[in-house]
């Protein structure tokens, strides 16, 4: 089973040949003690967490580590029982901030290589039993469709559309001559100062099998491998060498072959004709802030100016 959408014939080629293909729970176990408390842990990323026979184990051990944890799942290798005991005992802990998101497969066949079952026909009507049941946001539903139509043989449980889907380029790892005009956005290139719409810390990273860290979760190319979680400690990576070229290359107008030039995730920097840096774009972190200049002395008369000043410098 694969998606259009996420270029991971990118990760095959570029991933080492011979290193382990699935994260182990004894890995896992010895990457969650180096990874500070205050950051997400998302189970989702560039394939299905549950192709994975230990994805449940692994979800349960962060959980039970009182870990504030997202899951992203086509369903896939997630046993029916295994949905209900997540729903059960984690299922108060969706938010918008640590949402469940399930992918379905859509009408225009996006998620190539998917079959109905029985046991994922299941696993999808304890999710939707829980949706129509709970009271609280986070819990979501997406197809990349755009018109948010679920694959014909779902639609006996799912009648209703979804959300219209827009593709991404995945900063461009996807081959845009695969896709009928329209069914990705417009190619982007940033050539301001920048930073992550998700973090201003480039801490929204990717973690594979194997304990490399990758920049971010459109990285399907590993173009910024930024260290590796089996071998150095989160604060190690990033303080490292690797991050530092990226926040230089970030800092600097046009620098730099940067993955977030490309992306239209990036949110981008302007001193608007000043010395001080404010966000042009919309972002995650922060709101759009637009100050009004102070007006400079030669052009405000002294009360005026007095004003101005104590509102700024109040006495």
Not at 152 to 165: I, T
Not at 226 to 240: D, K, P, W
Request: aromatic share 6%; hydrophobic share 40%.
């Amino acid at each position: 089973m694969a998606c259009r959408f996420c270029p991971q014939d990118r990760l095959v080629k570029s991933y080492p040949k011979g290193d382990a293909r699935s994260l182990t729970p004894e890995a896992f176990r010895m990457i969650l003690g180096r990874v500070p408390r205050h950051v997400r842990l998302d189970f989702s990323g560039m394939a299905e967490p549950w192709l994975n026979p230990d994805a449940t184990s692994m979800v349960v051990a962060a959980f039970e580590q009182g870990r504030a944890v997202a899951l992203y799942t086509t369903l896939q290798g997630m046993n029916p029982d295994d949905a209900t005991m997540l729903i059960h005992r984690y299922g108060e802990r969706i938010t918008p901030e640590t949402p469940w998101v399930i992918h379905l497969p859509d009408a225009d066949g996006h998620m190539t290589g998917w079959k109905p079952s029985e046991t994922y026909r299941e696993a999808l009507r304890r999710f939707l039993g829980f949706r129509d049941a709970q009271l609280g946001p986070g819990l979501g539903f997406m197809t990349m469709s755009a018109d948010g139509s679920v694959a014909a043989p779902l639609r006996d449980l799912l009648p209703e559309k979804l959300a219209p889907f827009a593709g991404i380029s995945r900063a461009e790892n996807l081959d845009r001559s695969a896709f009928q005009p329209g069914a990705l956005l417009r190619a982007v290139r940033h050539d301001q100062a920048l930073l992550c719409g998700s973090t201003p810390f480039f801490d929204h990273n990717m973690l594979l099998p194997n304990g490399d860290v990758l920049l971010c979760c459109m990285d399907y190319g590993r173009q910024h491998v930024i260290g590796n979680l089996l071998r150095e400690s989160y604060e190690q990576i990033h303080a490292g060498a690797a991050i530092g070229v990226i926040r230089a290359h970030a800092m600097m107008p046009g620098q730099g072959d940067l993955l977030c030039r490309r992306c239209h995730n990036a949110v981008c920097l302007s001193q608007q004709g000043g010395t001080h840096w404010h966000l042009a774009g919309a972002s995650m972190w922060a709101p759009v802030v637009t100050a009004a200049p102070v007006p400079s002395p030669e052009h405000v008369s002294r009360p005026r100016l007095r004003r101005v000043l104590d509102r700024v410098l109040p006495l």
